[in-house]
């Protein structure tokens, strides 16, 4: 640019402050520069750069006689001194007067000469048009942010300072049910749950030191509802302000009611809203302090609730046992804990109480389950049967005590049914001793210590030996023998059924092998076994086929012997099951017939081979009552069946039984139980061309 | 400098060389280097919580009023404001710059200032920030602009003790009082404090609302024409209350004052008690 002066070598220009014009002049184009001067105690312009006249829209003449002040009108009386200071330069923003009279939003820098006369004056426009583009983006950017979080559907904070909150969205005001005006600056802090409160400050803090940081966070709305959120934290920085931050919200109440409905679904039982199995166990380890607690545990069975079922339909069931959930919860103190165990068997759990409480509480529970309930136009009186247990130095965790009760319970029902029965010391050694036993019994099944001994049945019309029933014998290495009355109902409750069905079947099919191998044709020509109720499933015949197949024995070398009630368990299945036996080659015969509750119709249907007469109807031809077994015989006859006399002690009764037409015999009198070894003596001896 | 008793009404201006005054901010500022140093760098873009603690722990006095006021309820960080970096950044770099101000201007020497000095800056300065929102204004811009309003007053006092505290006791009204100090001083106290923080290079946006607090037609200047109105209402047994309708163009209603008077109440014995390090 080019600086015009109207009297060059004006002396009351010194050289200096030309200079430093020229300079500031090539610096900036957009800088006007005028001299002011004190004359007769005012001060004056006494000269202006090009910048100036343009800015200032003055001719040079004019601007040199201007008086200072004439330029600055927002300067009160007086503050003209302010800008124009004798010992040091100053600076203020204010408007500058044109000469059209209008006002140019200015930057205005004095520097005094060292005269103290004489100022430099630069007045630089921050109202220019690059300035203004400038804002006018800034202000853009402003309103598309601000319309951003305005409208979106994320409740979304922003503090420019510390925890102060410059600004809420409308989201963020719905969601806590505030006014904006509410919640800006800390008035935020407000709807922040007052236990979440310290977390929100830390959490704060973390972003305002430049991390990004969520935390779990409860909101409380105005009307004293509360909303469960993530609150999520941004660093933000403003240069020359300092830090803040941006949250954003994200509302999670409504998918944590969800999750704890399906958490709750997961421990609780649908019908009666009760805590499941897997709760009460959580529940009772939870509470479980070894050797120091004083928890109780109750354990109910409703007696007879099967006949319910069974007579009132599975609606009439349901309804008995919400009605029974429903007192029990009434009944039990706060605090307790009243579970569904499963079918009807419900659990009670107590804390610091003793044994008299935990009886007087089973006591209170049981008078009120017997209040009649209507199901089905019909009074019914529940009951049940009540186990207590209450936790002794003994018991070493949490499900020895739920053990024990059901224990207890199981004691009271055998003991009749409606009873309460505590249990004791001894009763708690008898139960331990018992699975100790279930134990061995594992360990012998598995080690084949479990034997088997055969007693032949012998053919009625020649008393020729024809087959030979397996029978499990356990001989305990302390104890001595074991019943099968004892060890066989034991291995069913205790799941050793299939592991013992199994080395019977196997162990009788490598006996018959054996046997044709040291026998040939003397060797017992069918063997009969047993098969528990619990075996009699779609497995078995796949079993017997498999035994049979591993010793290359004919099918027709077995036969499986099913009690005439298990049978009657579902005697759907048990037909299924019976059929794929006959297919496969191998006999049936109905065990301890006569003792059950038999259709005679259904059982004209089964696929059987023969019946086995129960020796209490054999011991009564004793004292001469024949009218049983010879029912039993004649209707086997009249159905084509073979019938097997069981327990034949006498002679007498041999003849007798050959008189009212039994197929077969079998008892201690004809023959005893033996070893496979000495069996097979003895059939070397009776058993010459059996088949 | 040259001070005459206050003239009675409708005699000349007393002379009174403002150039002085302010020279004299000057001087008080080589007594307080830290705080002078931290007015300096506190506005520049590239300064940092770091850089500002760095200096600010030179002071201790300084120092600890930050950390106070960053754990006061204004804030909200309930105490959790354990160093110093991190209270700079929680209260912000322009509140660190005002604080230093007020040390450096000896506004927090209680015995040198104006009676009831502290309690109407504190009422002006949270009533500032409160209402801030509601002209568009940043809260912790408005908050420094209200605790340093009266540092003009005060400078005047200081230099015309007597003189002053008459104008005080016959002009008990703020706008009245400034009419009263630009006749006798050529200046008013708002417009002073104006003119010194210009001088230290704090950001024009926040002297202009100094300037714009008696132009009646400015909704800017009404912000802290509002402010000067609260604290008036709780400071003064016998203000006669003005329509705040009127004072800020329209933008607050009387009703929007009254949660403002009940928290600034609240809030400003702590705010005090931070800004003079009791």
């Known amino acids: 640019m080019s600086v015009s002066m109207s009297r060059p070598g004006d002396d009351r220009v010194p050289a200096e402050i030309v200079t430093s014009v020229f300079y500031s002049a090539t610096v900036s184009d957009n800088l006007a520069i005028v001299v002011a001067e004190m004359v007769a105690g005012r001060a004056r312009v006494s000269w202006g750069n090009a910048g100036a006249v343009e800015l200032l829209g003055y001719g040079l003449d004019d601007l040199r006689t201007l008086p200072v002040e004439h330029l600055f009108p927002s300067l009160g009386r007086g503050e003209l001194r302010l800008l124009l200071r004798r010992e040091r330069s100053a600076r203020m923003t204010l408007p500058v007067r044109t000469a059209s009279g209008a006002a140019v939003e200015a930057l205005v820098t004095t520097t005094p000469s060292p005269s103290g006369r004489m100022w430099t004056v630069r007045i630089v426009s921050t109202s220019n048009e690059l300035e203004r583009a400038l804002r006018a983006t800034a202000d853009a950017h402003e309103r598309r942010f601000s319309a951003l979080t305005e409208r979106s559907p994320v409740p979304t904070l922003l503090s420019e300072q510390g925890m102060r909150l410059a600004h809420v969205n409308d989201a963020f005001c719905s969601l806590v049910g505030r006014r904006a005006e509410q919640l800006l600056g800390t008035g935020w802090l407000d709807a922040v749950h007052g236990d979440d409160l310290d977390t929100v400050v830390e959490q704060v803090s973390a972003a305002l030191d430049g991390q990004e940081v969520e935390a779990q966070v409860r909101l409380l709305r105005e009307d004293g509802s509360v909303r469960t959120t993530v609150m999520r934290f941004a660093h933000l920085f403003t240069p020359g302000v300092g830090a803040g931050f941006v949250g954003t919200i994200e509302d999670i109440t409504d998918r944590l009611a969800f999750e704890a409905t399906l958490a709750h679904q997961a421990n609780h039982d649908p019908l009666t809203g009760l805590p499941n199995r897997t709760l009460l166990a959580r529940y009772v380890a939870d509470r479980f302090v070894p050797g120091a607690g004083t928890l109780a545990c109750l354990f109910l069975d409703l007696d007879n609730f099967k006949v319910v079922n069974d007579s009132l339909g599975h609606t009439a069931g349901d309804e008995l046992l919400t009605e029974v959930a429903d007192r029990l919860r009434s009944v039990v103190r706060p605090g307790d804990l009243v579970a569904r165990f499963g079918g009807d068997e419900f659990v009670v759990v107590c804390e610091d109480v003793d044994q008299p409480a935990a009886v007087a509480l089973a006591e209170r529970i049981t008078a009120e389950l017997a209040r009649p309930v209507r199901l089905g136009g019909v009074d019914v009186r529940p009951h049940a049967s009540v186990g207590v247990t209450v936790q002794t130095g003994e018991h070493a965790g949490a499900e020895e005590l739920i053990r024990d009760c059901d224990i207890a319970m199981y004691q009271a029902k055998a003991g009749g049914k409606g009873r309460i029965t505590v249990l004791d010391q001894r009763a708690r050694e008898q139960a331990r001793d018992k699975l100790r036993l279930v134990a061995e019994l594992r360990d012998a099944i598995e080690r084949r210590e479990v034997t088997l001994l055969y007693q032949p049945i012998f053919s009625t019309d020649d008393g020729r030996p024809v087959a030979v029933e397996s029978l499990a014998r356990w001989t305990h290495a302390d104890r001595g023998p074991i019943s099968p009355a004892v060890f066989v109902p034991l291995a069913e409750e205790s799941g050793l059924v299939a592991a013992l069905g199994l080395l019977v079947l196997d162990e009788t099919c490598r006996q018959l092998a054996e046997w044709d191998r040291v026998l040939g044709p003397a060797a017992p020509p069918r063997a009969n076994v047993n098969v528990s109720a619990l075996q009699l499933d779609a497995n078995l015949p796949a079993q017997v086929a498999h035994a049979l197949a591993r010793h290359a024995l004919d099918p027709s070398r077995i036969s499986v012997e099913i009690t005439e009630s298990a049978l009657m368990k579902d005697p759907d299945s048990a037909r299924l099951v019976l059929h794929a036996l006959r297919e496969l080659g191998v006999e049936v015969a109905i065990d301890d017939f006569g003792t059950g509750y038999s259709s005679l119709a259904y059982l004209r249907h089964l696929p059987v081979d023969c019946l086995k007469v129960d020796r209490s109807f054999v011991a009564e031809l004793a004292h001469g009552h024949t009218e049983i077994a010879s029912a039993v015989i004649a209707l086997a006859r009249s159905l084509d069946l073979r019938t097997v006399a069981e327990g034949v002690e006498t002679a007498e009764q041999a003849a007798e039984l050959g008189r009212l037409g039994a197929t077969y015999l079998q008892g201690f009198a004809l023959g005893q139980p033996m070893t496979g070894a000495d069996a097979a003596t003895w059939f070397a001896t009776h058993g010459e061309s059996t088949r | ?278």
């Not at chain 2, 140093?37 to 873009?45: E, K, L, M, T």
């Open chain 2, 1 to 278: 400098m040259t001070v005459t008793p206050l003239p009675p009404r409708g005699e000349a201006a007393p002379v009174f060389d403002l150039g002085k005054v302010l020279a004299g901010i000057d001087t008080m500022a080589a007594q307080r280097p830290v705080a002078a140093q931290i007015v300096s760098v506190a506005n520049s873009d590239d300064t940092s919580a770091k850089v500002l603690s760095r200096i600010l722990a030179s002071d201790v006095a300084l120092a600890g009023r930050v950390m106070k006021l960053a754990n006061s309820a204004y804030f909200g960080m309930r105490g959790r404001v354990t160093s110093l970096q991190f209270a700079v950044t929680v209260v912000g770099f322009t509140t660190v710059r005002t604080m230093a101000t007020v040390a450096l201007t000896e506004l927090d020497d209680e015995s040198r200032l104006p009676e009831d000095f502290w309690e109407v800056t504190t009422c002006l300065a949270l009533a500032s920030s409160v209402l801030a929102p509601r002209f568009g204004e940043r809260s912790q811009d408005a908050l420094c602009v209200g605790l340093l309003a009266q540092m003009g007053a005060a400078l005047l006092h200081h230099d015309d003790p007597e003189g002053y505290g008459a104008l005080v006791a016959e002009h008990p009204g703020f706008a009245a009082r400034r009419s009263a100090e630009l006749h006798r001083y050529g200046i008013n106290s708002v417009r002073l404090t104006a003119v010194a923080l210009e001088q230290w290079g704090f950001p024009h946006a926040m002297t202009n609302r100094l300037n714009q607090v008696d132009d009646a037609a400015s909704v800017e200047g009404g912000l802290l024409r509002a402010a000067f109105e609260v604290a008036a209402r709780l400071t003064r047994d016998d203000h006669e209350a003005e329509p705040v309708t009127r004072l800020t163009c329209g933008q607050l209603r009387e009703d929007d004052l009254v949660p403002v008077l009940d928290q600034v109440r609240a809030d400003a014995d702590e705010l005090r008690r931070a800004m003079l390090g009791d």
